[in-house]
């Protein structure tokens, strides 16, 4: 593979903002806050929606099951969307260049992580669970986006993503969550 550099003005000021933005990924503070990161994995936003539908059937809270079974639904979505593009598009994620003094972006994937940077799946999940959930729970919105921006803002400090790849992340868990939403009301999930 050879050093490619961004093509587009687009994709050239994203890759400056990106570096810029994770310039400062291996001081210690930031490590630490970007660690917040992990909770906008797949695994832990599956967790929280499976406690959250175990809870609300145990307590015989249909509204509290619904959104637990409409999180799951919208994380499952956006999970297999986000696969979906990374299958399709290859693009080094920021640490690489900034570690390695290497950039690719091109059409055909990767099996490589480093080189799995578009979109950010941790971004496209906790967008899903953060619509699912305000749907079912109009008040925990502005809580519910405000922990999916953080999220997104530690995946650049931390040099996961760059920042295109973080907006694609919110469009794609965006649109996941309107369709499992969508596929939860027709399936006869009654609202509470």
Do not use: N
């Not at 797949?42 to 509204?63: C, H, K, M, N, S």
């Not at 920021?94 to 570690?99: N, T």
């Not at 996961?160 to 907006?167: C, E, K, Q, T």
Request: net charge positive.
């Amino acid at each position: 593979m050879k050093t490619a550099t961004a093509e587009s003005p687009i994709e050239q000021a994203d890759v400056e903002l990106g570096k810029k933005l994770a310039q400062h990924r291996k001081d210690p503070v930031v490590r630490r806050a970007a660690e917040i990161g992990k909770l906008g994995d797949q695994e832990p936003l599956y967790t929280a929606g499976a406690i959250l539908a175990f809870i609300g059937f145990v307590a015989g809270d249909r509204r509290l099951a619904r959104a637990g079974i409409s999180v799951v639904a919208a994380v499952a979505a956006a999970d297999a969307s986000k696969k979906l593009l990374k299958a399709t598009i290859r693009r080094t994620r920021p640490h690489v260049l900034l570690d390695e003094g290497r950039y690719e972006s091109d059409a055909g994937g990767s099996e490589k992580k480093p080189e799995q940077s578009f979109p950010s799946g941790h971004m496209a999940g906790s967008v899903a669970a953060a619509r699912a959930l305000s749907r079912e729970f109009p008040r925990s919105g502005i809580p519910a986006t405000l922990g999916a921006i953080i999220m997104g803002l530690a995946r650049l400090a931390k040099g996961a993503h760059w920042p295109l790849d973080v907006a694609a992340g919110a469009v794609v868990g965006f649109i996941a969550e309107a369709v499992s939403g969508a596929v939860v009301s027709r399936l006869g999930v009654e609202q509470g």
